[in-house]
């Protein structure tokens, strides 16, 4: 049996940013950052609300979809690139937190594709029947990291969280195929000093690239073909790479996620807070075939095809 996803939950801070609001402050617009990025506008944190407190709200409220006993979870996985601090881990202070007492807990740094490796990493754990349950939270507060001058980089990223609890799911059901992948050689691309810098052309090209790439990949490694895709979640980082992604699928507009004009980039949260929107809101349906792809700093990919459902 898969290992599938059998609860999920995200947290969304409440101050609202929009272009508009950017227009008074940088030397942008509104038109530019539609038609260039598809974002109006963005979420984000509150100075008191830490990464940890939105991975907190996401993980209680999978927890409760799923209906478990936190004490089964056996592993907790947290996907960011802006931790509270270096250590203790994000995924120690959610342990401590949500009473999982008998997990073991780490973060893990793959920035934007952080939800992929976490994803993957816990279908491993479940389905070698190391662990009955894993927890994996993809958070970020990109906010406290931009460089609120730098128009590159100023309009594009918000904060947030999704999570997911694995367990194993039904014959048939969960996560039928995935890949990960990296290329150290374009860390220089998409890097943090003090604040986020970024080459925006060249991760673009690598993106479309490799999105397409990675998701085509998995729908083979599943036995699938492209017909057989119900819906696809790409990482919400401009909606020109991914309509690049779904054109190559070639899926209607109606088959693919799409918060990002609400969310902006939400990094390692952007995969699993669509996912919450689209169960919600009735877009994916058990027995769905859905393949998510993401892509981020390091260089690193991932992707993964599964079919929907407990
Ligand atoms: N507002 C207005 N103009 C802007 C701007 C902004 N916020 N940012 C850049 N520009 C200008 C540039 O200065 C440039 O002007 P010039 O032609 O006079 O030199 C022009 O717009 C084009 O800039 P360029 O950077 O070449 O545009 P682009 O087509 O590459 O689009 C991004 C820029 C950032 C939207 C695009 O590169 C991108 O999305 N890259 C991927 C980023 C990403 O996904 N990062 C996250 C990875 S997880």
């Known amino acids: 049996m898969n290992a599938g996803i059998i609860g999920i939950g995200r947290c969304l801070p409440d101050k609202i940013l929009t272009n508009f609001e950017l227009e008074q402050r940088l030397d942008t617009s509104d038109e530019w950052i539609r038609t260039m990025t598809g974002i109006e506008q963005r979420r984000i944190a509150e100075d008191e609300q830490n990464t940890s407190h939105m991975a907190r709200e996401a993980a209680r409220q999978a927890i409760a979809d799923a209906g478990i006993d936190p004490a089964e979870i056996g592993l907790i996985l947290v996907a960011t690139v802006t931790p509270d601090q270096p250590f203790p881990s994000i995924s120690c202070m959610i ?6 007492v008998n997990a073991a807990a780490m973060d893990i740094s793959a920035a934007c594709t952080g939800f992929m490796y976490g994803m993957a990493t ?27 001058e730098d128009r590159n980089t100023a309009v594009l990223f918000g904060d947030g969280a999704g999570a997911a ?11 039928l195929s995935f890949e990960l992948g990296a290329d150290g050689s374009g860390g220089k691309h998409l890097y943090q000093e003090e604040f986020l810098v970024m080459n925006g ?6 993106a479309v ?27 919400q980082a401009n909606i020109r790479i991914m309509e690049a992604s779904r054109q190559r699928l070639e899926l209607p507009v109606e088959k693919m996620s799409k918060t990002i004009h609400k969310y902006g ?17 009735g877009r994916i349906k058990d027995g769905d075939v859905v393949v998510m792809v993401g892509f981020g700093g390091g260089l690193t990919w991932g992707a993964l095809a599964m079919r929907w459902g407990k």
């Open 265 to 281: 980039n939400t990094s390692a949260a952007s995969i699993p807070i669509s996912l919450v929107e689209d169960v919600e809101e």
């Open 165 to 175: 609890i694995l367990g194993k799911v039904s014959e048939g059901r969960g996560i």
């Open 95 to 100: 342990q401590q937190e949500i009473g999982a």
């Open 209 to 235: 690239r490799q999105m397409g790439e990675s998701a085509e990949n998995v729908i083979k490694k599943a036995g699938l073909v492209k017909e057989e895709v119900d819906f696809l979640i790409p990482h």
């Open 201 to 206: 052309r060249e991760v673009f090209k690598f």
């Open 122 to 148: 816990a279908k491993q754990f479940i389905e070698s029947d190391v662990y009955k349950y894993v927890l994996v939270i993809g958070v970020e507060k990109l906010s406290k990291i931009t460089d609120w």
